[in-house]
């Protein structure tokens, strides 16, 4: 039984929402992220599914990492964790259902690595972001690639050197986050966002985010998930729904 992090299917149907809740500003630690991790491999399992929201409260996504855990580790102890820490900050990237962050307040540290493993993010126009490691004597464990590749290499040695704060307005002009709303409409637009997928086709978005997470494979990973959905019926019915009625209509079984 998880202590910190919960998964709630009773918000919307077909929409799952991963809740982080250990106050007062949700640290994250190794037993959180793992938490994180066991949920996602639940929600990966569940063909129920369509789409995922990540919360905090409304206060507070995540204020970063749990400095007095990492200040007790020796060597052997950290090297002994990184492993299962970064896989765990990873996996919502993993989820083969489409992954939105609902930010509200803070979004720091490990907080935000786990963020930029989500599809999407969706702030408050009240909060703050960064990736402050640097000013603890260490590096992000996880988000620094993921910056990389969405902010580019430039803007994301910035962050990651100065361990500076971002506010939503440079947040949004970077790339860093996608949707800026009033912090009260944090969690409701988030949710808008992934209820869309109800009903799309599961199989075909679960093979394009395996495009996107291969990285600089992603030709030759497009290639094989292309021609595999033509194995599926969800394919079958799609292309023919599409020919014949246009987009939008087809009844997908994710099968």
Known sequence: MAEF?????????????????????NLIDLQVALEVAAAADEIAADAGIAAVVVYGDERVFSAGDEMAELAQLTPAQAEAMVADFQSALNSLARLPQPTVAAISGYALGAGLELALAADRRIIGDNVKLGLPQIKAGLIPLAGIRRLGLLIGPSHAKDL?????????????????????VAPDDVFAAALRWAKQFTGGPRLALAAAKRV???????????????????????????TRSYLVDGPDMARFTGR
């Open 212 to 238: 996107f997470e291969a990285g600089t494979h992603g030709h030759d990973r497009a290639r094989r998930e292309w021609a595999e959905l033509f194995g599926t019926e969800d394919q079958q019915v799609g």
């Open 5 to 25: 992090v919960t998964v709630d299917r009773g918000v919307a149907e077909g929409v799952a929402v991963v809740r982080i809740a250990r106050p007062p500003m």
């Open 160 to 180: 990651v050197y100065s361990g500076r704060f971002v506010d939503p307005k440079e947040a949004a002009a970077l790339g860093l986050v996608d949707e800026v």
